[in-house]
């Protein structure tokens, strides 16, 4: 099986501008979750979606928003981009329905640059 | 609201000896998991180790094991016989029995020094 991928790898961009990640999961996941890693802020969690609902959501503002689709490929949107959302930015994948944990797989990341 | 602690910021090791890395945690969930997680250089986040919280019997993944405490809420990883490869950034991670958000410690830069 192939694993997750995120595309692009690294991104740069200024301020003001708007970018969309992109990550297609494991073949036959459901379910995609969004993490942004900082120096400062560590690993914090963005959103999960699960079959094109989003079931979770972190303490992120409304610029960070994602949908997922029918075959379970995720993007993730950051509009009016600030200096502070320079960052990796990892997506997960995983078979987990309700109760049980799933094993999560990572993908390699998305690096975003804003100058 | 769930916290993960990683008191170690940086540990390093000798190439073949022992290490033990620190994580305590606090929640009022009776079920949930335990992991850890591996990011190398490369900054691709490998999982180490599971761990159930309703099992009692504490995990191994060859070199890897942990020492699960639940009451003192407390999830350390031991990797024996330490290797090159090990050096990495390593996370604890918390996640509630029910839902797929992951709760991260701020990590544990491990340096294997031959």
């Known amino acids: 099986k192939a694993g997750v991928t995120q595309t692009p790898r690294y991104l740069i961009k200024t301020r003001g501008q708007q970018v969309t990640l992109s990550c297609s999961p494991i073949s036959g996941h459901r379910s995609v979750s969004w993490y942004q890693q900082t120096p400062g802020q560590g690993l914090q969690f963005l959103f999960e979606y699960f079959s094109e609902t989003q079931r979770n959501k972190g303490n992120f503002p409304g610029r960070f928003s994602g949908r997922q689709f029918s075959n379970s490929r995720s993007e993730m949107n950051v509009s009016t981009l600030e200096l502070g959302d320079s960052a990796l930015y990892l997506c997960a994948s995983s078979s987990r329905t309700s109760s049980g944990s799933g094993e999560q797989f990572f993908g390699p990341g998305t690096r975003l640059t804003v100058l | 609201a769930q916290t993960v602690t990683q008191s170690q910021p940086e540990m390093s090791v000798q190439e073949a000896e022992t290490v033990t890395l620190s994580c305590t945690y606090d929640t009022s969930e009776n079920n949930y998991y335990l992991f850890w997680y591996k990011q190398p250089p490369s900054r691709q986040m490998i999982l180490v180790i599971r761990q159930e919280a309703y099992k009692q019997q504490n995990a191994t993944e060859n070199r890897f094991s942990v020492n699960f405490q639940k009451a003192a809420k407390s999830f350390s990883l031991k990797i024996s016989d330490s290797q090159l490869g090990d050096t990495a950034m390593y996370f604890c991670?918390?996640?509630?029995?029910?839902?797929?958000?992951?709760?991260f410690g701020t990590g544990t830069s491990l340096t294997v020094i031959p």
């Open positions: 991670a918390f996640m509630k029995h029910a839902g797929n958000q992951f709760y």
